[in-house]
């Protein structure tokens, strides 16, 4: 494999860890709502809603069109306060402070988070300022696993998809990835269902400082 000189990152699920904070609160917030599931289907959705839009994930869950804004609106406000659960995944700052220092290397997120929340990242967290370019929910109408957002990094990085990888930790993040024309490093120590991603993976990264490798 050529060495990469582009590296695009997932937030959720692969920088930092933020499923606890997001899905006890998305169903509890649902269940206020009238929206209830069997202990299979909560594991269901954990695995395959978490990383995704927010209005994605509810309608997975089977949302009603005209519940979606009022839940989410409610979720993330509950989700929030509850922001002390979240944390780094142990090396990605060293991880990250190694790329930024490596030769014609590029930095970015593409994330399914929306701007104001990428904003709060970026002041939670001091390694946020090595992102050259920052994708998020708003800059595309289509969202993973379309490749669109992912498209829009590489193009906004004036970036060789040859030499380009996306960092991510659900099938989503694969299906845009390869959909992009761009390389996929799973990453497995944050997947809530690694299985998902290990077959179709360009690299497996065990921890964040595997990526080093590359």
Same mark, same amino acid.
């Given at each position: 494999?050529?060495?990469? #000189? ?5 937030? @959720? ?13 998305? !169903? ?21 809603? /978490? ?7 509810? %309608? ?8 979606? %804004? ?5 979720? /993330? ?11 780094? /995944?142990?090396? *990605? ?6 790329? &930024?220092? %490596? +030769? ?7 994330? &399914?988070?929306?701007?104001? $929340?990428?904003?709060? /990242?970026?002041? %939670?967290?001091?390694?946020? @300022? ?7 929910? $708003? ?5 993973? +696993?379309?490749?669109? +957002? ?12 040859? &030499?380009?990888?996306?960092?991510? @930790? ?13 390389? !996929? ?5 944050? &997947? ?10 360009? *690299?497996?990264? #065990?921890? +964040?400082?595997?990526?080093? #490798?590359?």
């Amino acid at each position: 494999m050529a060495q990469l #000189h582009n590296f695009i990152f997932d937030i @959720d699920g692969t920088l930092i860890n933020t499923i606890d904070m997001y899905m006890p609160a998305m !169903f509890e917030t649902l269940k206020k709502h009238g929206y209830t599931y069997t202990p299979e289907e909560i594991d269901h959705l954990n695995k395959v809603g /978490f990383g995704i839009t927010a209005d994605d994930a509810l %309608r997975l869950g089977n949302v009603k069109e005209a519940d979606i %804004r009022p839940i989410q609106t409610e979720w /993330f406000q509950l989700a929030y306060t509850r922001q002390d659960q979240v944390t780094v /995944f142990p090396g *990605i700052k060293e991880m990250l402070d190694d790329l &930024s220092r %490596r +030769p014609e290397t590029e930095l970015a997120v593409a994330t &399914s988070k929306l701007n104001y $929340e990428y904003q709060n /990242f970026r002041k %939670r967290y001091y390694f946020a @300022d090595l992102f050259n370019v920052a994708i998020t929910a $708003e800059d595309t109408t289509k969202h993973k +696993p379309d490749p669109d +957002p992912i498209l829009a990094a590489v193009k906004a990085m004036n970036a060789d998809p040859a &030499s380009t990888v996306y960092v991510g @930790d659900t099938v989503n993040d694969l299906q845009a990835a390869h959909a992009a024309g761009v390389k !996929f490093a799973a990453a497995l120590y944050g &997947s809530a269902n690694p299985e998902a991603i290990q077959e179709g993976a360009d *690299i497996l990264l #065990h921890t +964040p400082t595997d990526l080093e #490798h590359y």
